[in-house]
């Protein structure tokens, strides 16, 4: 065995991440990494079904929740996000912030951390062009920061994929996740608000009200639109009752994603229409990690990861700093894969340190725009609409944002989880 071939197969991994985080991107480098790793010695031939029947639960979830956001995106449901906020634009700049702040975090906890970049950031930054036409240019970064990091913590397990995939793996469901984490979330919402408000203070002190108009109020909700936000909220009220009754999450997120999908064809949308709306490259890429990470742990990074969690004093914090740093450099899919396994068999009756790993894989990702899917798909938005955001802006924003979350949110998880 090779362990150089396996840590060069996780640098090209990170590389086609950052290259291009959408696509074929990362597809190619995992399976590139993979193909190293195996060259290596370190992986086998059934691997690639451990993975497979190790997340394929999550896959269908995943696959169910894309579907889901897809069919209310073309049955108009998110337009309506900007005229909420459009009227709030007619006071103090800041109101319209906090609105954006507060919108975009409830989506990315509704339906996903990605689903938040790719529906709010071209939304917002079309909406301030629109109201603001010549003051735009001060405001749009503070705007597109504003959803980039109210993304925070995951309060509920589908909010990250990432999140699904390992508290699916360390048996943690939706319930238990939710009674720790929500509380997590709400108190790391409110310091990223601060924080940002706080660094964008010139910005948001402007109190002149828009010049311009968002182009046109949207329609009523039409019946298959209402059909679909039914099926969503039903969905999201079925979760906690199936994880109570300890049944799993996939069915009824398949069944929410079936009628969505129905009532968008229903309505004269094209099936393939919704298909595109699933990011299908990505459930290769979360595969070849997996595959990636089970050749780590055959060359000891995963007992390396262990023995350091595993030594007292301190453990949270530790599992919670280790993962975020981790998360920042390597991207926080394979880096919470490692953890998934170094956890393993570690004590933790209350999965508090696995959702420590998971707190520090959620914020981590504000370090470096490396650190996750979410944060790569955030900057080609911004590039496709022409919006400058420098690496070493987002880093300095990040360090000032990630220090103080990370630490209130670890407190917070300490707190909840020690009773």
Not at 66 to 74: G, K, P, V
Not at 84 to 90: A, K, M, Q, S
Not at 275 to 299: H, Q, S
Not at 331 to 345: G, I, K, R, Y
């Amino acid at each position: 065995m090779t362990p150089a071939f396996v840590f060069l197969g996780l640098a090209v991994l990170v590389l086609a991440v950052a290259w291009r985080p959408h696509g074929l991107g990362p597809t190619l480098g995992a399976v590139v990494a993979v193909a190293l790793a195996a060259l290596g010695g370190a992986v086998e031939v059934g691997d690639l079904s451990r993975a497979a029947n190790a997340q394929w639960r999550a896959y269908v979830t995943l696959v169910s929740v894309m579907t889901m956001t897809s069919a209310a995106e073309r049955m108009g449901l998110l337009d309506r996000l900007a005229a909420i906020i459009e009227p709030r634009t007619r006071g103090p700049v800041k109101h319209a912030f906090r609105v954006t702040f507060v919108l975009s975090a409830l989506v990315a906890a509704v339906l996903s951390n990605d689903a938040a970049i790719l529906l709010m950031t071209p939304t917002v930054i079309l909406l301030l062009r629109a109201v603001y036409p010549k003051r735009h240019p001060k405001f749009v970064v503070p705007f597109v920061f504003a959803v980039f990091a109210s993304a925070g913590v995951a309060p509920l397990v589908i909010s990250n994929p990432m999140n699904l995939i390992f508290a699916d793996h360390a048996g943690i469901g939706f319930n238990a996740y939710a009674l720790a984490m929500i509380p997590v979330a709400v108190a790391g919402w409110f310091v990223t608000y601060a924080v940002l408000a706080w660094i964008f203070r010139d910005a948001l002190s402007d109190a002149d009200a828009a010049l311009g108009a968002w182009p046109s109020q949207p329609p009523p909700l039409s019946a298959g639109a209402i059909v679909v936000l039914v099926a969503v909220g039903a969905a999201l009220c079925a979760y906690p009752i199936t994880a109570y009754v300890d049944a799993p999450l996939w069915p009824v997120a398949a069944t929410g994603a079936a009628v969505c999908a129905s009532a968008s064809v229903a309505a004269g949308h094209a099936p393939m229409a919704l298909v595109r709306g699933v990011a299908w490259t990505i459930f290769p890429f979360l595969l070849g990690v997996f595959v990636l990470a089970i050749a780590l742990e055959r060359v000891g990074v995963v007992e390396w990861l262990h023995s350091l969690y595993a030594s007292p004093p301190n453990r949270l914090a530790t599992v919670g700093v280790v993962s975020a740093v981790g998360s920042a450099a390597l991207n926080n899919h394979p880096m919470s894969v490692l953890n998934a396994f170094a956890l393993e068999s570690v004590p933790d009756p209350e999965h508090t340190y696995a959702l420590a790993a998971l707190v520090g894989g959620d914020l981590g990702p504000r370090l470096l725009p490396v650190g996750s899917l979410a944060s790569l798909l955030w900057y080609d938005l911004l590039r496709r609409h022409d919006v400058v955001v420098r690496v070493t802006t987002f880093v300095r924003i990040g360090v000032l944002l990630t220090i103080p979350t990370l630490t209130v949110s670890l407190v917070v998880l300490w707190l909840v989880t020690r009773g």
